[in-house]
């Protein structure tokens, strides 16, 4: 059993873990805001970008574009999206599960490239890892997505893969996320999807310009905006459950403290008895 100044420097550890676990909930709280207005703001553009997209290509006859081509080819880069620091629950091994399964279950020759260390850590033995990708500041840029997007798209115009996919957590709350992966190229429809939005939409548009010129404008746009939204949701699920496992830790720390200080002062206070016993004893004993 511990002593009583072993107990003291438990508590004391354990008080100067709880600040820091404090700190941490406090900073990923406010990182958690600003990520979750940025993922709220973009994500209605993104879906009804795409939707627009969906719509005018399964009106417009005739219509192809590169981005759009189906191909044979088996070959395929899986982009995955984790956090750089643990410290965050589930939020990587989720991830690295869900792909994991993906993995296992696909008949594609799979290349996996990162943005994050974690996942990496955890897949370099499951999977083929390739490239990883860095970010000049604390917070990634558009511009930056914007080039690591071209980079996965030459590989797809050239015919060096035949697919684009991301995997990422979608955030949902501050407590909640589920792992997604999502195909970003080729952003083609399927013939259900195609005839489903043709009988919902059974007349034609006027464009202004035209629709090829709308389309070869927008797909482009369309995919790095995508990408740049699996970006912002895993940006706001890490910080969500960074923040979430920390408030975990704060009420350990704070129970871990409670009770070792109870500890303490039993052990104190048997101590005292066991002294005032010796003395009254010894008291007695003088006086026989």
Not at 180 to 192: A, F, G, H, R, V
Not at 231 to 259: F, P, Q, T
């Amino acid at each position: 059993m511990a002593n009583i100044k072993e107990l003291k420097m438990k508590i004391k550890s354990t008080k100067g873990t709880l600040k820091i676990t404090q700190a941490m909930k406090l900073v990923s709280a406010a990182k958690l805001n600003k990520a979750q207005q940025a993922i709220t703001t973009t994500r209605p553009y993104a879906n009804e970008l795409n939707e627009t997209i969906k719509a005018v290509s399964a009106l417009v006859e005739d219509y192809s574009h590169e981005y759009l081509n189906e191909t044979e080819n088996k070959q395929a880069v899986l982009l995955v999206i984790s956090s750089n620091k643990g410290l965050c629950g589930g939020y990587n091994s989720q991830l690295g599960k869900e792909v994991k399964k993906f993995v296992s279950e696909t008949d594609l020759d799979l290349k996996v490239f990162y943005i994050g260390k974690k996942a990496k850590e955890i897949l370099k033995n499951n999977v083929n890892s390739g490239k990883q990708f860095d970010f000049e500041g604390m917070e990634p840029t558009f511009t930056e997505m914007q080039k690591i997007g071209q980079e996965l798209a030459t590989m797809f115009k050239t015919g060096e893969v035949g697919k684009i996919l991301v995997a990422y957590n979608v955030f949902q709350s501050a407590i909640e996320f589920k792992p997604t992966i999502k195909q970003l190229l080729p952003m083609s429809l399927d013939e259900n999807e195609k005839l489903e939005l043709q009988n919902k939409f059974p007349f034609d548009f006027k464009y202004d310009p035209n629709p090829t010129e709308i389309l070869d404008t927008l797909i482009p746009d369309a995919f790095s905006t995508t990408l740049w939204t699996s970006l912002l949701d895993g940006l706001a699920s890490e910080h969500g459950a960074r923040m979430s496992s920390m408030d975990s830790a704060v009420k350990n720390c704070k129970e871990a403290i409670r009770s070792q200080t109870l500890k303490m002062n039993k052990l104190r206070q048997a101590a005292i008895t066991t002294e005032l016993i010796e003395v009254i004893s010894g008291a007695e004993s003088l006086n026989t």
